[in-house]
C-alpha cells in the first residue's frame, strides 16, 4: 500500500495510560493463536488485572511503523522464559497489551496485538485467515472451532510452510523483510528503549489460571 494511502491509528490501553500510534492503521492478517505462549501471557495479564483471555484467542498484525508513543514510563517489556521466542509490551497499570514482537517470524515488518486486550483503533476488518498452533490446543480449555479457514497444528515440517505460504495474507505478513523505512520506530526498537524485559519463568505447559 503506498505510503499516502495508509491512515494512522492508536492503539491504547484500557486505562489510557498507555498509547501507540502506527503508521498505517489497517491490519495485514487475522488468526486464532492456539499456542500455549500466547495463552500463557495473555493468562498471565489477566491474573494482574487485565481482561480475561478467550481460549483461542484472536490476533492481528499491524505493519511496524510506530509513529507515536505515550505513556512510555508505564511500559514494561514481558518474556515467559529466558531466551524467548516472543516479547510483549503490557502497560504495568492494566495489564492490557499493546503488542508483541517475534523477531524470528516478524523480521521488524509487523507486529502482533490481541484486540481483545486493548482499545484497537485500527482498521481490523481483514478476514480471519488460519488457525495456528491447534497442537496446543485441546478441548478441555474450550470447544474445537469450527471456522472455515486451514487449520496448522505446528510448522516443523516443511508441508507445513508450503501450505502456510500458499494463504497470500501469511506470505505478505511472515518471514517478510520491510520493504520502505518506517516515518516512526520499529516495534522492536519500541522494546528495547523499555529495558531489560522482565523474565516470568512460567513453567511449560502448566496453565497460569486454573
Known sequence: MPLTAMKPANITCACGACALTVADGKITMRILCGCEDCRQALQWGHSKGGVKPDPLPQAVYFRSDVIDVKGRDKMTAVQLRENALSTRVYCTSCY????????????????????????????????????????????SLGPIPDDKVPVFQSLRFPQEMERLFAIEAAANTWFKEPTESPTGIRFSELIKSLGPPLILNLDRGKEVLV
Open 96 to 139: 492490557s497489551v499493546l503488542g508483541v514482537d517475534a523477531p524470528a517470524a516478524y523480521m521488524d515488518s509487523v507486529f502482533l496485538n490481541f484486540p481483545k486486550h486493548c482499545v484497537n483503533g485500527g482498521d481490523l476488518s481483514a478476514p480471519l485467515s488460519l488457525m495456528l498452533f491447534m497442537h496446543d490446543y485441546s478441548e
